[in-house]
T-cell receptor
Framework: DGGITQSPKYLFRKEGQNVTLSCEQN?????MYWYRQDPGQGLRLIYY???????QKGDIAEGYSVSREKKESFPLTVTSAQKNPTAFYLC????????????FGSGTQLSVL | GEDVEQSLFLSVREGDSSVINCTYT??????LYWYKQEPGAGLQLLTY?????DMKQDQRLTVLLNKKDKHLSLRIADTQTGDSAIYFC????????????FGSGTRLQVQP
């Protein structure tokens, strides 16, 4: 089945620790995105990538890093610099430049221990 | 302020129509989308409308766009308990950042 897979479903981070959230797609989409969802605040864009080996900051990139070494994969690292990381993280992909329909993964809930 | 605004909550009875409203501020928006999110899950695209259209109908869903007022609405006819979810509107702009901007979401509760 084609789709986007996020893992893990739940993740816990200790103080001062970096953690990496996985996002893989087999839809052959060029563009991939990371959004953060907090209750009552909708989705905020962290990073996005329109093509392999290229990515841009979104509205809340501080404390996060990404890489796009392969078309299928767009991992997100939540660094220790992100002081309030508890949130639901959603990965998405689309055929092209953001005008296209986004397909979402099922999300990762990150919590701080 | 928010680029895309929605009311937070709507409650309707099963069988009634639901109308979820959204306002946006960027007149260069080209596509406007409605997504549905069920608890603990990702977002699912419901429908979308191009900015040169006034209305789009897809089975029980009707999207109305008032470009002058920058107002978008989603009407769900014969609302069912399975329609209970959070609904997000989103805009895609023709210039600048190539990513969707989402509203804060409207939680629809359907009473049996």
């Amino acid at each position: 089945d084609g789709g986007i897979t996020q893992s893990p479903k739940y993740l816990f981070r200790k103080e001062g620790q970096n953690v990496t959230l996985s996002c893989e797609q087999n839809l052959n989409h060029d563009a991939m995105y990371w959004y953060r969802q907090d209750p009552g605040q909708g989705l905020r864009l962290i990073y996005y990538s329109q093509i392999v080996n290229d990515f841009q900051k979104g509205d809340i990139a501080e404390g996060y890093s990404v890489s796009r070494e392969k078309k299928e994969s767009f991992p997100l690292t939540v660094t220790s610099a992100q002081k309030n990381p508890t949130a639901f993280y959603l990965c998405a992909s689309s055929l092209g430049t953001g005008k296209e329909k986004l397909f979402f993964g099922s999300g990762t809930q990150l919590s701080v221990l | 302020g928010e680029d895309v605004e929605q009311s937070l909550f709507l409650s309707v009875r099963e069988g009634d129509s639901s109308v979820i409203n959204c306002t946006y501020t960027d007149s260069s928006s080209t596509y406007l989308y409605w997504y549905k999110q069920e608890p603990g899950a990702g977002l699912q695209l419901l429908t979308y409308i191009f900015s040169n259209m006034d209305m789009k109908q897809d089975q029980r869903l009707t999207v109305l766009l008032n470009k002058k007022d920058k107002h978008l609405s989603l009407r769900i006819a014969d609302t069912q308990t399975g329609d209970s979810a959070i609904y997000f509107c989103a805009e895609s702009r023709d210039t600048g950042r190539r990513a969707l901007t989402f509203g804060s979401g409207t939680r629809l509760q359907v009473q049996p």
